[in-house]
């Protein structure tokens, strides 16, 4: 937008620097023609015509009109050297000249105008193209902002999901560890149980043993003695 705004703004300085060139133009060739009547007359001196018209020349230049005054200069040339019996004849035709000067410099200047008046339209279609585009493309901005709240949003609670399942899982595989501790250490020790079961046993056989034995012994020595009473 700023380029072609730019771009616009460059082009009405140059229409307006040659609008007012073509104005001065204009003002300078009615001018030129006053002093024509007036060296005509004697009231106005050649050389002032010359002065003026080289005036005009540069002014022309700036607009790309200059190629207008070559026939104007080689008929002043002339007339700066004629006879008298030529002046009317080189008057006329610097006048007729000069009026079509004016003329001609008239249909470029509304050439141009009508230049200008397209490419002011056309910049007013482009930019209000541009607008509508730039709008367009704005509105859509604004749905995918408001997308990415809404997906930030779903992110912060998907978030928390996996936090509360992350704590969760950690909890339950604490609950696992604690019970497999427990179970080694119910296992640890019912092994250490059945050990000292065992043991326990080993010693009652042994006492019952020796136990068994001891009775024996005695019952042989009560037989013993009554057989020999």
Do not use: W
């Amino acid at each position: 937008m700023q380029v072609i705004e730019e771009a616009r703004r460059q082009e009405e300085a140059i229409f307006e620097k040659k609008t007012t060139s073509y104005q001065t133009i204009t003002e300078a060739v009615q001018e030129a023609l006053q002093i024509l009547d007036g060296v005509m007359s004697g009231e106005a001196a050649f050389p002032q015509l010359v002065k003026h018209t080289n005036g005009l020349l540069k002014t022309a230049i700036k607009v790309g009109a200059s190629h207008h005054f070559s026939p104007i200069l080689n008929a002043m040339a002339q007339l700066a050297t004629a006879t008298e019996d030529d002046d009317t004849a080189l008057f006329e035709k610097i006048r007729d000249m000069l009026t079509s000067l004016g003329e001609r410099v008239q249909e470029q200047y509304f050439a141009e105008s009508e230049e200008e008046e397209a490419a002011i339209a056309a910049y007013t279609e482009d930019k209000a193209r541009l607008e509508e585009t730039i709008a367009s493309l704005e509105d859509q901005f604004n749905q995918l902002n408001n997308e990415v709240v809404e997906l930030d949003k779903c992110i912060v609670t998907q978030q928390g999901i996996v936090s509360a399942s992350t704590a969760k899982r950690d909890r339950n595989q604490k609950l696992y560890d604690d019970a497999v501790e427990l179970c080694a250490a119910v296992e640890e020790e019912y092994v250490m149980s059945s050990d000292s079961r065992k043991n326990e046993l080993k010693l009652l056989a042994m006492i019952r043993e020796r136990v068994e034995e001891r009775f024996a012994e005695i019952e042989a020595g009560v037989r013993d003695n009554l057989e020999s009473e």
